[in-house]
């Protein structure tokens, strides 16, 4: 909590008091008060992937804490993100709708504006007292546009070590002042495009940071990517311990935290720095023809820090969580703990950045745990992110949405349906209102999962696996062309074709 | 008030300050279009034409306040500490060395900074780097001037790079409207 600075405090305490003053915009007759309806806390860890969790029995004992967590939760063990990377996966889960709806699936892209008003927030209505917060910029934006129904967006680098997040000045224009400040004219990884002003930043920046490491951090500070941002895990997590205990006292709320790690840079402790040198060696795939060519032990490498990060982050989800009980959260909360997509070190690739949808990258946790929970409950069936929005609005009474294209989660009111279809979509070369013609789609249903690959350079793919009896994805039962497998492939050409009719020709 | 007039005195002419800032200009405007252009590809693929000319407007409305800070900072300069040199002759090559001086360590600076291990390497060093430039700045803008065919062709340049005013100077004016008109409300 040292770390926790004075003047992260002071803004958290600023924040919070503006918003308890406009959430007197609110007739406090409307608002009920929190023993009366439940809380819902979202915690979402950008890039946790599923399959290097060992509550999903990964080998390597990452997430001890989570399992605790799990013990007295819903456990959803299929469950899939609706892209591969923050942009699309997040908004899929603000808003419960795939992609091709909500039609933010390129890099910085934004919710089209006739789906602007079908998102959590705005669903929660002002009888909740609404909190958002995410460290990556790209949820932001959507923020930005749910504004209105948002009593409190804390800012991206609230709880941070050292920023310098130029774009979040220009709220009016957030994602171009972002792109052209942040990512051009004081960026970081390469030359910044201001000459002047972008190496008195860099100066500034890197100096701040090297001060500000406490030597606990032996990779350096954990980033939030190619933000400016440096922080220290405890502080971050502290500060949502703090951001929700704030909102404790007055009403109702629905508080969504979006936090970076374990998003690369992978930067644990001096506690959690190289606990995983064992005997683990995951299985070698072949490269994909779309794949980045990536040397196997390389990735071996990067797959030990990201599980060492992973565990990091674990350690610290487990103090808050500890946190929450001991004062009582818990019992009138659903806590949701999942992810916006996957991370991989498999086929050549390193991250998430990247065309392909295999499980590593689309196959995240999800875990509820509804107020005063007390047992274990698993779900095996497939999940989407598309069915968290509805599954929270039944939870907690509010009125359903008839947009959404999810359904309630099984366990939680839905019942287990292993012949539904999902989808995960990655268009990020795709113009966002255009037919998606240059994209891949993955769908699940029941056991299988079909990968489909459009518009790239060669022919368009197809791939088909069996997860129940080929976890890792490495025979392709395509080939074999059964009538099964020319069922899935209608079906998912059909889905396309249909979600492309509503932006002309295809 | 004698030393403000002493300090006027000491202005040179408009055309010599012209020139200084075309050539200010010209270097911290193409900078910013030379980086772009490893963006642009990215941007192409990724951003609409409207996103991109918006990136484009913020950079030329900093790069606006990057050149006139630039531009006064090297005329205090003038004012001040090379107020001992009297030959207002060499004004204009005396200040634009400098300034390709300072611009120059800029880019290789930039150009030094490596993983996390070198940047703890780089900071400790930063201090001595800047003292270093700018002693090399002044010892360059010193004496070079003194050598007439370098002030011919640093006259030359600075008056041939004023037509870069009148391209980037009313595009950096539009760019300044175009972030306005987006961040009102």
Request: net charge negative.
């Given at each position: 909590m040292s770390k926790f600075s004075r003047r992260d405090f002071l803004k958290l305490a600023g924040l919070t008091s503006g918003a308890l003053a406009m959430s007197h915009w609110t007739p406090s007759f409307l608002r009920r008060q929190s023993g009366d309806t439940p809380n819902v806390i979202i915690l979402v860890f950008d890039a946790m992937s599923a399959r290097n969790l060992s509550l999903y029995e990964y080998r390597r004992n990452t997430t001890p804490n989570l399992q605790k967590f799990a013990a007295r939760a819903n456990v959803y063990h299929n469950h899939h993100a609706g892209g591969n990377f923050t942009t699309p996966g997040t908004a899929t889960l603000l808003t419960g709708t795939y992609p091709w709806t909500h039609r933010a699936f390129d890099i910085a892209g934004l919710i089209d504006r006739s789906q602007v008003g079908h998102n959590l927030f705005t669903a929660f209505g002002s009888e909740y007292q609404r909190l958002a917060f995410s460290q990556n910029l790209l949820p932001n934006f959507f923020f930005g546009q749910f504004a209105s129904d948002i009593e409190t967006i804390l800012p991206v680098s609230s709880f941070c070590l050292v920023e310098q997040v130029m774009g979040e000045a220009f709220k009016n224009d957030i994602p171009s002042a972002y792109r052209a400040l942040?990512?051009?004219?004081?960026?970081?990884?390469?030359?910044?495009?201001?000459?002047v002003f972008g190496l008195a930043d860099r100066i500034l920046l890197r100096s701040q940071e090297a001060r500000a490491n406490s030597g606990n951090y032996p990779r350096g500070l954990p980033r939030?990517?190619?933000?400016p941002m440096f922080f220290e895990l405890k502080d971050v997590f502290a500060g949502v311990g703090a951001a929700v205990d704030e909102l404790n006292a007055s009403a109702p709320y629905l508080a969504y935290f979006h936090l970076w790690a374990p998003h690369a840079p992978y930067k644990p402790t001096n506690q959690f720095d190289k606990i995983f040198q064992d005997n683990f060696h995951p299985v070698k795939k072949p490269n994909h023809r779309?794949?980045?060519?990536?040397e196997f032990y390389k990735l071996n490498s990067r797959r030990q820090n990201y599980d060492e990060f992973v565990a990091n982050v674990d350690a610290e989800f487990g103090r808050l969580i500890e946190s929450l009980e001991n004062s009582g959260m818990l019992d009138n909360s659903y806590v949701v703990v999942t992810s916006d997509h996957g991370e991989m070190f498999e086929r050549g690739v390193d991250g998430h950045v990247t065309k392909l949808l295999y499980e590593a990258v689309t196959h995240i946790p999800l875990l509820i745990s509804t107020p005063g929970q007390k047992n274990r409950q698993d779900i095996y069936s497939p999940t989407s992110n598309v069915d968290v929005l509805p599954t929270l609005l039944h939870l907690t009474g509010r009125p359903s949405a008839d947009w959404t294209e999810g359904a309630l989660l099984p366990g939680l009111g839905g019942t287990e349906d292993t012949q539904r279809s999902l989808f995960t979509l990655e268009a990020k070369s795709n113009p966002a209102y255009a037919p998606i013609k240059q994209a891949t789609l993955a769908m699940v249903k029941g056991n299988y999962k079909m990968i489909y690959y459009t518009g790239y350079e060669g022919q368009d793919s197809f791939e088909l696996y069996d997860l129940e009896n080929d976890y890792e994805e490495l025979e392709d039962l395509y080939p074999s062309q059964t009538s099964f497998c020319k069922a899935l492939k209608d079906e998912l050409l059909e889905t396309l074709h249909s979600v492309n009719a509503k932006y002309g020709k295809t | 008030m004698k030393l403000l007039q002493l300090l006027l005195g000491r202005l040179p002419s408009k055309k010599s300050i012209l020139g200084i800032y075309a050539v200010i200009v010209t270097v911290i405007y193409s900078w910013t279009l030379f980086t772009s252009f490893y963006k642009l590809p990215s941007w192409l693929f990724y951003l609409t034409v409207g996103k991109i000319l918006s990136v484009y407007a913020y950079a030329f409305s900093l790069n606006l306040l990057e050149s006139v800070l630039a531009l006064a900072g090297i005329l205090l300069l003038d004012l001040?500490?090379?107020?001992?040199?009297?030959?207002?002759?060499?004004f204009q090559s005396r200040s634009i060395l400098l300034f390709l001086c300072i611009a120059a360590s800029s880019v290789f600076r930039l150009a030094s900074f490596g993983d996390y291990g070198a940047i703890n390497f780089f900071l400790t060093a930063e201090g001595a780097w800047w003292l270093t430039t700018f002693l090399l700045g002044l010892i360059v803008s010193a004496l070079a001037p003194k050598i007439h065919w370098v002030r011919l062709v640093l006259d030359g340049l600075a008056e041939r790079l004023i037509i870069f005013l009148y391209i980037y100077i009313p595009l950096s004016f539009i760019s300044l409207i175009i972030v306005f008109f987006r961040n009102i409300q």
């Open positions: 942040d990512k051009f004219l004081f960026q970081d990884f390469s030359s910044p495009a201001s000459l939030a990517g190619d933000q779309f794949g980045d060519q990536k | 001040t500490l090379f107020f001992v040199w009297k030959n207002v002759g060499e």
